[in-house]
């Protein structure tokens, strides 16, 4: 389902998210950045200040989120990137880095929980994709108050995932964490590596399964007793990624509603 599909009710509010202390005109690049959470974290992150460079397999996706971007007066812009692709990560760098010196970077690309490619191709874009986009990310942006959020998952790290999803998903999104807290000792905070375990978000991969039986049953459970809305989520990626979270590196922070608690 395309993101324009998505009516009101299945956003969030838009937070004002001036006051973290980011500097005006830095670069994030936020991957999967076409619809859902990487959407919402690139209209947050222009309305902190950021430029934002926009990477999505999709084109189209990409100039979607582009305009919306330069709509908040941010400067965009969009890259159609294949993350799981060396070649094509490389070559984006040469574009991303006319709009400036990348400080920040997003991984949030991944293949859907419930896609049906053998379970070590899955893995190997899951995984694999973050750590080439954070490899060739720090050979180019300026290491000091550098920072990143790796996006992981409650399945994996919180609870073993259930029927609904492949079982690459919670095998990958564990090892997206362990990965992140390599980052996080490896580099003593130039960068700072961080992650966040997004629970049931309403996205444009979820809302045809949100009339699903098991959805309303697993909302019930949340003790919030509501799904959570991709703006949510972009809220939370970019407090760790600001100056406000300088002395945060190396954490797991679970965005769910108390999902995992209950």
């Known amino acids: 389902m395309a993101e324009a599909a998505l009516d ?3 956003h969030g509010p ?3 998210m ?3 202390g980011f500097t005006a005109g830095d670069v994030v690049v936020v991957t999967g950045a076409g619809s859902g959470i990487g959407k919402a974290t690139a209209l947050a992150a222009a309305r902190s200040g950021l430029s934002v460079a926009i990477w999505d397999i999709c084109a189209e996706a990409c100039r979607a989120t582009k305009l919306e971007v330069e709509g908040t007066g941010a400067k965009a812009l969009a890259l159609t990137v294949d993350v799981s692709d060396d070649s094509a990560v490389a070559g984006a760098w040469d574009s991303t880095l006319q709009l400036g010196a990348c400080r920040y970077l997003v991984n949030n690309a991944g293949p859907a929980s419930n896609s049906a ?3 070590n191709d ?3 874009i899951s995984v694999g994709s973050v750590h080439r986009v954070t490899t060739s990310w720090i050979e180019h942006c300026p290491t000091a108050a550098a920072a990143l959020v790796n996006i992981s998952s409650i399945a994996g790290n919180f609870q073993g ?3 609904a999803i492949q079982p690459f998903y919670p095998a990958s999104k564990a090892a ?4 992140t807290r390599y980052l996080a000792t490896r580099y003593r905070g130039a960068p700072r590596a961080n992650a966040v375990a997004p629970g049931l978000i309403i996205t444009p991969r979820t809302i045809p399964f949100l009339d699903v039986p098991v959805i309303a049953e697993t909302a019930a459970r949340i003790p919030m007793g509501r799904l959570g809305y991709p703006e949510e989520i972009a809220g939370a990626i970019l407090f760790l990624l600001s100056p406000a979270a300088s002395y945060v590196n190396g ?3 679970p965005v769910d509603g108390a999902w995992a608690l209950a």
């Open 8 to 10: 009101q009710k299945h």
């Open 14 to 16: 838009l937070y004002d």
């Open 18 to 20: 001036s006051g973290l």
């Open 117 to 119: 490619a053998p379970f």
């Open 122 to 124: 899955n893995l190997a």
């Open 161 to 163: 995932g259930g029927q």
């Open 176 to 179: 997206i964490v362990g990965y």
């Open 251 to 253: 954490v797991l922070l």
